[in-house]
């Protein structure tokens, strides 16, 4: 039920006069864990099928930023054995790139049910760790929902924004109806729901069907996942995600990016910054950025270093040299993780006259 996170987010700019955004090529994302294909079972008390808690695109309009803690002791382990987590966090986590994005996706429940509480009337805004942790008052969660469903079974979203809950104690819910707005009220880091369930009053984990205390017999199996199988299939994908990428006069920022969105095109005649946000991104991946002017001359041709370490939140930028001429520029950029291509996507810009 609270929320400590990462650092960086973006959303869709007002799209500037100068340019125009035409995308060359579908985003490929590839399972990181060898669980793509993990169908979803029902589970043999309840055969509840469970719905996802947003009615936004994943993987286009949100994102999976960071799943339960399956390791009951000190270590952080997600539910598809990667590290996209961390320690004692309980929930799902399905973030907005930026708090501009705040008022294009709904929370919606994830099954049928009765609403048990409501709380409202918490701002949105991003978190402040050194400023901000004494002002939450046990109010960690921001605006929230809590639903209970059959089977014992009960939910909470966190985080939805200020003014947006659709419900009240008492309301009686359909699967997919919504409850609100995702947005960053609470301890949130970046704009977000947080989905945690309990069956019987525990900590659980619907993806693999397991109790949050039951260990790491868990990590990687989710045939026992309590969601409907397309929800199934897409959660068992990988996290990794190219949030954005453009051409701006400087490098962004994270928390810029977090909080406005990605920053303007480059102008006529400004020097021209190639940049890529991407979200856990493992330890010995990479980027290649090439940029390609109107006559398909390369400008800018840029492998970065093998990370080091996992990253939450990843910027990568290059500059190429000279001003920006009028004209369309082809911008591709590609995520390795050592031994394949993790994602690959491109995008003209037009700088005008
Ligand atoms: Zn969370």
């Known amino acids: 039920m609270f929320d400590l996170l990462p650092k960086a987010n973006r959303r869709r700019k007002p799209r500037r006069r100068l340019f125009a955004l035409i995308p060359l090529a579908a985003v490929f994302v590839f399972s990181d864990c060898g669980l793509g294909s993990s169908a979803g079972t029902a589970d043999s008390r309840s055969g509840v099928f469970l719905g996802l808690p947003v009615n936004c695109r994943l993987g286009d309009e949100c994102f999976v930023q960071q799943m339960p803690d399956m390791d009951p002791g000190p270590g952080v382990?997600?539910?598809?054995?990667?590290?996209a987590s961390y320690e004692g966090h309980d929930g799902w986590d399905i973030r907005l790139r930026s708090l501009k994005d705040i008022g294009r996706a709904a929370v919606v429940s994830i099954a049928d049910g009765t609403v048990l509480r409501v709380r409202d009337g918490v701002a949105d805004r991003i978190f402040d760790r050194l400023k901000d942790s004494k002002l939450l008052g046990g109010k960690e969660c921001g605006n929230g929902v809590l639903i209970e469903h059959a089977n014992g079974i009960v939910s909470q979203y966190c985080h939805l924004k200020q003014g947006s809950i659709a419900v009240h104690s008492g309301?009686?819910?359909?699967?997919?109806?919504?409850?609100?707005?995702?947005?960053a009220s609470g301890l949130a880091e970046f704009p977000h729901v947080h989905l945690s369930i309990r069956r019987d009053g525990i900590p659980f984990e619907p993806l693999t069907g397991r109790s949050l205390r039951s260990g790491a017999e868990a990590f990687g199996e989710t045939t026992g996942g309590l969601f409907e199988p397309s929800v199934q299939s897409l959660l068992s994908n990988s996290p990794t995600a190219i949030l954005d990428f453009g051409l701006a006069k400087t490098a962004p920022e994270l928390p810029n990016l977090v909080r406005d969105g990605g920053p303007p095109l480059v102008k006529l005649s400004e020097p021209i910054v190639a940049w890529v946000w991407a979200i856990n991104v493992e330890q010995g991946s990479f980027f290649r950025i090439r940029l390609l002017d109107s006559d398909g001359?390369?400008?800018?041709?840029?492998?970065?270093r093998a990370l080091e370490g996992r990253k939450a939140n990843y910027l990568a930028y290059v500059?190429?040299?000279?001003?920006a001429r009028a004209g369309v520029y082809d911008l591709r950029v590609e995520l390795f993780d050592g031994t394949r291509t993790v994602q690959s996507t491109a995008k003209s810009f037009e700088i005008g006259q």
């Open 171 to 183: 309301t009686r819910i359909g699967k997919g109806e919504r409850l609100g707005l995702i947005g």
């Open 297 to 304: 001359v390369p400008i800018v041709n840029l492998q970065t």
């Open 319 to 323: 500059g190429g040299k000279n001003g």
């Open 77 to 83: 382990v997600d539910p598809l054995c990667g590290r």
